[in-house]
């Protein structure tokens, strides 16, 4: 088994920035890929980024193209650590964000990721 805890979220202004932790204990050896998703109410959870096992700087990395070239994804494999780093963040972003861990894939199906976090608020006021 494997468990995964966010932090970081938060409130902040239309064109500011946040990072997101995501730490991952238990058998973490199994990591495949890390992801992070996003829902809003009523409406289905939502891809935003992953990040394979790989070494630190070269590992391959997934996005959505509402975020590419504002949310950068990565991971510390020595800690267990995924980030997201959300720059030029818009209210369109609002959303609880959850990470995800997959011992098979780094795409962008939720169904393929079977560890999952609580979700972290992330609230951007325009």
């Known amino acids: 088994q494997v468990q995964v805890v966010e932090s970081g979220g938060g409130l902040v202004q239309a064109g500011g920035s946040l990072r997101l932790s995501c730490a991952a204990s238990?058998?973490?050896?199994?990591?495949?890929?890390m992801g992070w998703f996003r829902q809003i109410p009523g409406k289905e959870r939502e891809f935003v980024a992953a990040?394979?096992?790989?070494?630190?700087?070269?590992?391959?990395?997934n996005y959505v193209d509402s975020v590419k070239g504002r949310f950068t994804v990565s991971r510390i494999n020595a800690q267990n650590t995924l980030y997201l780093q959300m720059d030029s963040l818009k209210p369109d972003d609002t959303a609880v964000y959850y990470c995800?861990?997959?011992?098979?894939?780094?795409?962008?199906?939720?169904?393929?990721?079977?560890?999952w976090g609580q979700g972290t608020q992330v609230t951007v006021s325009s």
């Open positions: 995800a861990a997959s011992p098979r894939s780094y795409g962008g199906a939720p169904q393929d990721y079977d560890y």
């Open positions: 238990g058998r973490t050896g199994s990591i495949y890929g």
């Open positions: 990040v394979r096992r790989g070494p630190a700087g070269f590992a391959p990395t």
